[in-house]
């Protein structure tokens, strides 16, 4: 039921700019927290940034500064604007799509805490 699609991914060079996307279908937008991962060559799944139902939001320290997490819940689309690119933010970025539990007062950017995922896409760095 529940669908995540992402798009956008591409190859930029570094200190580039690129906005990727996420449409999300077959749940309540509006209030479920909503995150991006990355997940780098032979590396474990990490945290890009999350937001919740009020718009508050949550960054990895990597990445504060440069990246922000913004929605469009009229249109159920989920944004990540990278700025300031690196080679390092080279990855797979992954959207992800959670109903939040009692206790939780901000969407948490750590990969047990989602059920749902997307199937991906590629941002590559490079010169």
């Known amino acids: 039921q529940v669908q995540l699609v992402e798009s956008g991914g591409r190859s930029v060079q570094p200190g580039g700019s690129l906005r990727i996307s996420c449409v999300g279908s077959?749940?309540?937008?509006?209030?479920?927290?909503m995150g991006w991962f990355r997940q780098k060559a032979g590396k474990e799944r990490e945290g890009v940034a999350a937001?919740?139902?009020?718009?508050?939001?949550n960054y990895g320290n990597s990445v504060k500064g440069r990246f922000a997490i913004s929605k469009d819940n009229a249109k159920n689309i989920l944004y990540l604007q990278m700025n300031n690119l690196t080679p390092d933010d080279t990855a797979v970025y992954f959207c992800?799509?959670?109903?939040?539990?009692?206790?939780?007062?901000?969407?948490?950017?750590?990969?047990?805490?989602?059920?749902?995922w997307g199937q991906g896409t590629q941002v590559t760095v490079s010169s």
């Open positions: 937001i919740d139902d009020d718009g508050d939001t």
């Open positions: 992800a799509a959670q109903e939040p539990a009692e206790g939780w007062f901000v969407c948490p950017g750590t990969r047990p805490s989602y059920k749902h």
């Open positions: 077959g749940f309540d937008f509006s209030r479920y927290c």
